[in-house]
């Protein structure tokens, strides 16, 4: 799995916003409801570090192919797959909340989690570290 420093550097980023995230979880729920919020954290967290693996692999490949026709199929395609899978995670969060008993995941907590790949894009983004 090679990705480049930026990559790398959202990546690092999706996981400490996440550790925050359930850190703020665990101070609000204060009970075991917080364990589920945080096992939501975690699964959507790294659906967002897949995404970017993705999203790394999807522009390499972009770039080699010689048809810009083709590249542009493949990469809408490739989006496409990227937002599938965010929703298939989210849909099997919001149906294990409603009809498993005790839900051993929150769906609030899978929310959050989604918004870590945003946090990290906007904190890699202003940072003052450059790539070389």
Same mark, same amino acid.
Do not use: C
């Given at each position: 799995?090679?990705?480049?420093?930026?990559?790398?550097?959202?990546?690092?980023?999706?996981?400490?916003?996440?550790?925050?995230?359930?850190?703020?979880?665990?101070?609000?729920?204060?009970?075991?409801?917080?364990?589920?919020?945080?096992?939501?954290?975690?699964?959507?967290?790294?659906?967002?570090?897949?995404?970017?693996?993705?999203?790394?692999?999807?522009?390499?490949?972009?770039?080699?192919?010689?048809?810009?026709?083709?590249?542009?199929?493949?990469?809408? =395609?490739?989006? /496409?797959?990227?937002?599938?899978?965010?929703?298939?995670? &989210?849909?099997? *969060?919001?149906? !294990? +909340?409603?009809?498993?008993?005790?839900? =051993?995941?929150? /769906?609030?907590?899978?929310?959050?989690?989604?918004?870590? &790949?945003?946090? *990290?894009?906007? !904190? +890699?983004?202003?940072?003052?570290?450059?790539?070389?």
């Amino acid at each position: 799995m090679k990705l480049s420093k930026t990559s790398r550097r959202i990546a690092l980023m999706i996981l400490a916003s996440a550790l925050v995230i359930i850190a703020i979880g665990a101070v609000i729920y204060r009970s075991i409801d917080s364990l589920y919020f945080a096992i939501g954290v975690i699964i959507t967290s790294s659906l967002n570090v897949l995404k970017i693996y993705l999203l790394d692999r999807s522009v390499r490949k972009t770039l080699e192919m010689d048809n810009p026709t083709t590249g542009k199929l493949y990469t809408s =395609f490739q989006y /496409l797959l990227r937002y599938f899978l965010t929703g298939a995670v &989210l849909l099997a *969060a919001a149906m !294990i +909340t409603l009809y498993v008993e005790p839900p =051993f995941i929150n /769906l609030w907590g899978a929310v959050a989690g989604v918004f870590t &790949l945003q946090i *990290a894009v906007i !904190i +890699t983004r202003h940072s003052k570290i450059q790539d070389e």
